[in-house]
């Protein structure tokens, strides 16, 4: 073998083997990236000088751990948004920082801004991935764009209408199990159970046309449902497991695959059963037979979706969008509609406003069903639950990366390849936006009153492109239960506050328990 003379590094004939000049070669590439690395991270450190920083807990946390998950998390949030009231940063150990934005003009230009421009933060959402595919939750790029297209027309109010039969349906069920529980001295409920419950009895009828009736009997899909949201929540808490290969090795990565193989067949089967019929009535007959029953499935339009070149959904990709509207759909309503209540029980002046004006709405009809046309007529319930979504968001932060430079209103620069969060919890709780903003007060969204704040500074759904497809149908199904909810229980609050908690979504430390006192007004 020839040898290579590097006599001249003075390094003498021991260098002149191959295998140290390879060893050389790729020490200095080392070496360059960990160099390049340095500037840019040095680089990126002077350009968020600019952002002011919360006292850190030491140099090597940062910021982290410092907002726990838990009510003096949200009470200390809430304190430093007297201090920081538009944008600061915060270090997530030594070398990882992350903008939070808390004011409605500085969120403007990341939530405007085109998908690609400022994409979701995958470190955030990764770890659904299996259970959800590239539902609309998840998918990115030109996939993401196609299918919010497509989907579009599924959430239109000439398919909604027909949703109103089960919302009041669902909510019948659940009344008549608390009439059944205060007969027998049970009063005092977990609203978050129950509702959780309804909302997904709900969803599998509009998304699948599947009654399993899991109200009243235990039924394996939902409790799978319920189990993948609690692995996911226990998951996004323990950040050494957001790495798959050390997630799948234990016991909870194991069940959670398990779990998500069973929620996959259900919807696979409903699927196959679903484009069988198709294929034997014909898209025109089976178009037919849906409008006689006046009722169009999610998974129906999904099946029946065509882009402008007829290019259609595959299966995997109907499955995704049916999973993650079953997933996105029911624990956000449910924290909506508990924490509604429990402003409601903490405020009887304003429940009893909302039960005269149901009461007026309905008169003598029988049986008494909210309509379609019905949920313009409830404008004080309506700025009752607004009110609440401010005060309780059910998702308090949502995340961005920016893939270029974006602009402030005041001039500062996000530079590019940084996570902002955006903490939708903090513009709602912002004192320069809200004044008092920890009281519950409906009357900030009276359509009376000409309101002065940014349309940015109320985001509970988020906005821009990728707000979320499902705010007329979780607004409808909020309305129709809280309205019959107030017409036929009296609403209050238990012996102890609740704790929230912030999790995926807003909840309270062991539920959120309140009392309910049947009115005597049946379901029937
Ligand atoms: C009170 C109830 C609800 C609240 C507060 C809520 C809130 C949100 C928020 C804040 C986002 C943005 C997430 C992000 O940017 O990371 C979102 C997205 C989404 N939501 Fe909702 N949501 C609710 C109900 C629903 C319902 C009922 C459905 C479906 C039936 C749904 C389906 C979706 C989907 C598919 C997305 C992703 C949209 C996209 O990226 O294109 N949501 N939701």
Same mark, same amino acid.
């Given at each position: ?13 021991? !260098? ?20 390049? #690395? ?36 949200? &009470? ?43 994409? *979701? ?57 608390? &009439? ?5 001295? /049970? ?25 399993? +009736? ?9 409790? !799978? ?7 996911? @929540? ?26 998500? /193989?069973?929620?996959? /067949? ?24 849906? !409008?006689?029953?006046?009722?169009? %499935? ?7 979706? *065509?882009?402008? %070149? ?21 624990? @956000? =309503? !449910? ?7 429990? +402003? ?71 530079? *590019?390849? /940084? ?10 709780? +912002?004192?320069?936006?809200?004044? %008092? ?8 969204? %009276? ?19 990728? +707000? ?44 959120? #328990? ?6 005597? @007004?049946? =379901?029937?």
């Amino acid at each position: 073998m020839s040898q290579l003379s590097l006599s001249w590094l003075g390094l003498g004939p021991l !260098a002149a083997s191959p295998w140290l000049l390879l060893l050389l070669l790729g020490a200095s590439w080392l070496l360059a990236r960990v160099l390049a #690395w340095a500037y840019a991270f040095y680089d990126n450190c002077r350009r968020l000088r600019c952002f002011p920083e919360p006292p850190k807990r030491n140099w090597l946390l940062g910021h982290l751990g410092l907002v726990k998950t838990n009510e003096e998390g949200l &009470q200390l949030i809430e304190k430093l948004g007297h201090y920081f009231r538009d944008i600061h940063l915060w270090w997530l150990g030594p070398f990882y920082p992350v903008l939070r934005l808390i004011h409605p003009k500085f969120i403007a230009p990341l939530l405007q801004a085109p998908a690609t421009v400022a994409p *979701k933060d995958r470190l955030f959402y990764n770890f659904m991935k299996p259970w959800l595919g590239d539902g609309l939750l998840l998918s990115a790029g030109d996939k993401w764009s196609h299918h919010r297209r497509l989907l579009t027309p599924a959430f239109h109010f000439e398919i909604l209408k027909p949703y109103m039969k089960i919302f009041n349906k669902s909510a019948d069920i659940m009344h008549d199990k608390w &009439q059944r529980l205060a007969s027998e001295g /049970n009063t005092r409920l977990d609203m978050f159970e129950h509702i959780s419950l309804m909302t997904l009895d709900s969803l599998q009828k509009c998304v699948f046309g599947f009654d399993s +009736n899991c109200q009243e009997n235990p039924s394996e899909y939902i409790a !799978a449902i319920l189990e993948l949201s609690a692995l996911v @929540t226990k998951r996004s808490q323990q950040i050494f497991l957001h790495m798959d290969f050390l997630y799948q090795l234990t016991p909870d990565g194991r069940r959670f695959r398990r779990v998500c /193989n069973l929620v996959h /067949n259900f919807t696979d089967a409903v699927i196959q059963e679903r484009r069988r019929t198709l294929i034997s009535q014909g898209s025109h007959d089976f178009l037919k037979a849906k !409008a006689k029953s006046k009722t169009l %499935d999610f998974i129906d339009v999904l099946l029946l979706a *065509k882009d402008e %070149d007829g290019k259609k959904l595959s299966d995997e990709d109907i499955r995704a969008e049916a999973d993650t509207f079953m997933f996105e759909g029911h624990d @956000t =309503t !449910a924290s909506g509609l508990s924490w509604a209540l429990y +402003n409601l029980a903490r405020h009887p002046e304003y429940q009893e406003r909302c039960r005269q004006e149901v009461q007026q709405l309905l008169g003598d009809r029988e049986p008494k069903e909210i309509e379609w046309e019905d949920l313009a007529q409830l404008p004080f319930l309506t700025m009752c639950i607004k009110e609440s979504l401010r005060l309780h968001p059910p998702v308090t932060v949502i995340s961005r990366c920016c893939t270029q430079d974006i602009m402030l209103p005041d001039g500062r620069v996000i530079p *590019k390849g /940084n996570i902002c969060v955006i903490s939708i919890f903090g513009v709602h709780h +912002n004192p320069s936006v809200w004044p %008092d903003p920890e009281v519950y007060n409906p009357f900030r969204f %009276d359509p009376e009153i000409p309101q002065k704040r940014s349309p940015l500074a109320y985001i509970p759904f988020s906005v821009g492109p990728r +707000n979320c497809i499902g705010q007329t149908f979780a607004m409808a199904e909020m309305k129709v239960v809280l309205a019959l909810t107030l017409l036929r229980f009296r609403v209050l609050p238990d012996y102890t506050e609740p704790r929230r908690k912030p999790e995926l979504i807003l909840r309270a430390e062991g539920g959120l #328990w309140l009392r309910v006192q049947p009115l005597g @007004t049946s =379901t029937q």
